[in-house]
């Protein structure tokens, strides 16, 4: 079997496409599925997929210890923190990430990554208070966010962009596989071992990871040359932690003056960093991207969708464990009804784009879709039967499926190629964005109207200290009333983020709708040629 190529230049990623069966101009692939050529992209592919496995692992795992974590280091008033801190952490990453991968090329910056998210796991799972939980997690956010980033662009590396979205569909199979085993091996984890094997389950599967990484990615040679823009580094994680510290707060009691301080930090320290981007010679984030009409709507659509996806199913495993009664496994079966849809529609998705070249109908749709669910789950009840939130889940999960990939394939589509890892950086930053918002904006109403939800309710129940264990030893009248404080702090959340929904798929209603790999675009590829619209090699 011939070696991965040496370089990601043009012309080895046009031949690496050609081996995968598909021209660098976007035609259909002319190889038969059974061929070497196709087995060598596969065999490439392997390890970012199993690192890929390792992030999407390490968060569904320790969703469902959750509730259990937060009883026994004796944390609910920093329940958010734990999920927060990580995916700060991630968004501050990705741009850090995706341009780090084009100057200096894929390989090592993929490297680092799972190294870094190893290093977040040992320390996760040696954490003896919330506050070390909490700073393992984000020190993991900083890996898992460059590997989430580095995966996609090398997708788009190798793949052209007509065939990239069933090839992203595949890689995405290690995504939902771990989100399928999370919550079910989470459970079976906090029930048997303990919840700290949430973390140590993580250095196996890493540092096969790592090794396989090492192994079989491109010994990719730099693309451009020049320095890292530190100060837009800098300025992008004052802004971005201001803003996040600023929303989690708000119903946490900042004093006015921390409100003032923040508002401040967060609103100069973005002015600060447009500036600085305007001035860089290789910025963190390029403006220009940002003014094409595609990726500016396909982003903040992205993002808004984001909000809806994190902000539910973060909590939805604490929800199910202390509303339904549920054992952690059983949460997390009930949750593989979400993963289904979203695993078959991300699958249906893919091959619609393939054979038809769009990509713009799939996200509105899947818009609608989650809407229609998220309104559907807002009346649900102490009482409402398994079935029926499965259901309610499933169809959120198809909605989320039609949409998520196919915004990726539609962002760096309308990029040029020698910035495909920058944009698909930009990309996954604003979503983080809308991780961050839905993950702190819930997780903080929804603390702050269960601790009031419980002191009406169970005001003899040690809120800090509950446990879905302890719930199902209390007398069944009381478990019942913190049953009901949990429905009644998080039901309201689902109804307050159906427009949130509708507002994205207003946002894509707005995309050009045209066919992928179209040439003639400003500023897109010219993939007929194999090179940049402007006719610049890399």
Same mark, same amino acid.
């Given at each position: 079997?011939?070696?991965?190529?040496?370089?990601?230049?043009?012309?080895?990623?046009?031949?690496?496409? $050609?081996?995968? /069966?598909?021209?660098?101009?976007?035609?259909?692939?002319?190889?038969?599925?059974?061929?070497?050529?196709?087995?060598?992209?596969?065999?490439?592919?392997?390890?970012?997929?199993?690192?890929?496995?390792?992030?999407?692992?390490?968060?569904?795992?320790?969703?469902?210890?959750?509730?259990?974590?937060?009883?026994?280091?004796?944390?609910?008033?920093?329940?958010?923190?734990?999920?927060?801190?990580?995916?700060?952490?991630?968004?501050?990453?990705?741009?850090? $990430?995706?341009?780090?991968?084009?100057?200096?090329?894929?390989?090592?910056?993929?490297?680092?990554?799972?190294?870094?998210?190893?290093?977040?796991?040992?320390?996760?799972?040696?954490?003896?208070?919330?506050?070390?939980?909490?700073?393992?997690?984000?020190?993991?956010?900083?890996?898992?966010?460059?590997?989430?980033?580095?995966?996609?662009?090398?997708?788009?590396?190798?793949?052209?962009?007509?065939?990239?979205?069933?090839?992203?569909?595949?890689?995405?199979? &290690?995504?939902?596989?771990?989100?399928?085993?999370?919550?079910?091996?989470?459970?079976?984890?906090?029930?048997?071992?303990?919840?700290?094997?949430?973390?140590?389950?993580?250095?196996?599967?890493?540092?096969?990871?790592?090794?396989?990484? &090492?192994?079989?990615?491109?010994?990719?040679?730099?693309?451009?040359?020049?320095?890292?823009?530190? *100060?837009?580094?800098? *300025?992008?994680?004052?802004?971005? *932690?201001? &803003?996040?510290?600023?929303?989690?707060? /708000?119903?946490?009691?900042?004093?006015?003056?921390?409100?003032?301080?923040?508002?401040?930090?967060?609103?100069? =320290?973005?002015?600060?960093?447009?500036?600085?981007?305007?001035?860089?010679?290789?910025?963190?984030?390029?403006?220009?991207?940002?003014?094409?009409?595609?990726?500016?709507?396909?982003?903040?659509?992205?993002?808004?969708?984001?909000?809806?996806?994190?902000?539910?199913?973060?909590?939805?495993?604490?929800?199910?464990?202390?509303?339904?009664?549920?054992?952690?496994?059983?949460?997390?079966?009930?949750?593989?009804?979400?993963?289904?849809?979203?695993?078959?529609?991300?699958?249906?998705?893919?091959?619609?784009?393939?054979?038809?070249?769009?990509?713009?109908?799939?996200?509105?749709?899947? $818009?609608?879709?989650?809407?229609?669910?998220?309104?559907?789950?807002?009346?649900?009840?102490?009482?409402?039967?398994?079935?029926?939130? /499965?259901?309610?889940?499933?169809?959120?999960?198809?909605?989320?499926?039609?949409?998520?990939?196919?915004?990726?394939?539609?962002?760096?589509?309308?990029?040029?190629?020698?910035?495909?890892?920058?944009?698909?950086?930009?990309?996954?930053?604003?979503?983080?964005?809308?991780?961050?918002? =839905?993950?702190?904006?819930?997780?903080?109403?929804?603390?702050?109207?269960?601790?009031?939800?419980?002191?009406?309710?169970?005001?003899?129940?040690?809120?800090?200290?509950?446990?879905?264990?302890?719930?199902?030893?209390?007398?069944?009248?009381?478990?019942?009333?913190?049953?009901?404080?949990?429905? /009644?702090?998080? *039901?309201?959340?689902?109804?307050?983020?159906?427009?949130?929904?509708?507002?994205?798929?207003?946002?894509?209603?707005?995309?050009?709708?045209?066919?992928?790999?179209?040439?003639?675009?400003?500023?897109?590829?010219?993939?007929?040629?194999?090179?940049?619209?402007?006719?610049?090699?890399?």
């Amino acid at each position: 079997m011939p070696p991965p190529p040496d370089d990601a230049s043009p012309s080895a990623v046009a031949a690496t496409a $050609a081996a995968a /069966g598909a021209d660098p101009a976007g035609a259909e692939p002319t190889g038969a599925g059974s061929s070497p050529s196709r087995r060598r992209l596969l065999l490439v592919l392997s390890a970012p997929a199993s690192a890929l496995l390792l992030g999407e692992l390490n968060q569904s795992v320790l969703a469902t210890a959750l509730p259990t974590v937060v009883g026994e280091l004796e944390g609910l008033d920093r329940l958010l923190w734990v999920n927060t801190g990580y995916v700060l952490a991630g968004t501050v990453a990705m741009p850090v $990430a995706g341009r780090l991968g084009d100057l200096l090329g894929r390989r090592p910056v993929f490297l680092v990554s799972v190294a870094v998210l190893l290093l977040g796991s040992v320390l996760g799972g040696l954490a003896p208070t919330m506050e070390w939980l909490i700073a393992a997690r984000a020190v993991q956010g900083v890996g898992g966010g460059g590997l989430l980033v580095l995966v996609q662009a090398l997708v788009a590396d190798l793949v052209p962009v007509r065939r990239r979205a069933p090839v992203m569909s595949g890689v995405g199979a &290690a995504f939902a596989l771990g989100a399928l085993l999370g919550p079910l091996l989470g459970g079976w984890l906090t029930e048997t071992v303990g919840w700290r094997w949430a973390f140590w389950m993580n250095v196996p599967v890493g540092l096969f990871a790592l090794v396989g990484s &090492a192994l079989l990615l491109p010994r990719g040679r730099p693309r451009r040359h020049g320095p890292l823009d530190v *100060t837009g580094v800098v *300025t992008l994680s004052l802004a971005t *932690t201001a &803003a996040v510290l600023l929303v989690s707060g /708000g119903t946490g009691g900042w004093a006015p003056g921390v409100v003032g301080l923040l508002l401040v930090a967060a609103v100069g =320290g973005t002015v600060a960093f447009v500036l600085v981007e305007r001035r860089a010679t290789e910025p963190l984030i390029p403006l220009h991207l940002l003014t094409d009409r595609t990726v500016a709507l396909a982003v903040a659509a992205g993002a808004l969708v984001a909000v809806a996806m994190f902000g539910t199913i973060s909590y939805l495993p604490t929800y199910l464990q202390m509303v339904g009664g549920l054992s952690p496994v059983r949460a997390g079966l009930v949750m593989l009804a979400l993963v289904t849809g979203l695993g078959l529609a991300t699958v249906v998705a893919a091959q619609v784009v393939a054979r038809t070249g769009r990509a713009r109908g799939l996200p509105v749709l899947g $818009a609608l879709l989650c809407a229609t669910a998220l309104a559907l789950m807002a009346g649900l009840t102490p009482g409402s039967s398994l079935v029926l939130t /499965g259901g309610y889940l499933f169809l959120l999960g198809v909605g989320i499926g039609c949409s998520w990939d196919v915004l990726v394939v539609l962002v760096q589509d309308a990029a040029p190629d020698r910035e495909v890892g920058t944009v698909t950086a930009v990309n996954g930053f604003f979503r983080e964005v809308g991780v961050l918002a =839905g993950t702190a904006v819930v997780g903080s109403v929804f603390t702050a109207r269960l601790q009031g939800q419980l002191a009406q309710r169970a005001p003899d129940v040690g809120a800090a200290r509950l446990t879905p264990e302890q719930v199902a030893g209390l007398p069944p009248e009381v478990a019942g009333q913190v049953a009901a404080a949990y429905a /009644g702090a998080f *039901t309201p959340v689902f109804a307050g983020l159906v427009p949130v929904v509708l507002l994205g798929g207003v946002l894509l209603l707005m995309v050009r709708s045209g066919r992928l790999g179209a040439t003639g675009r400003t500023g897109a590829p010219d993939r007929a040629a194999g090179r940049p619209a402007d006719g610049s090699t890399r």
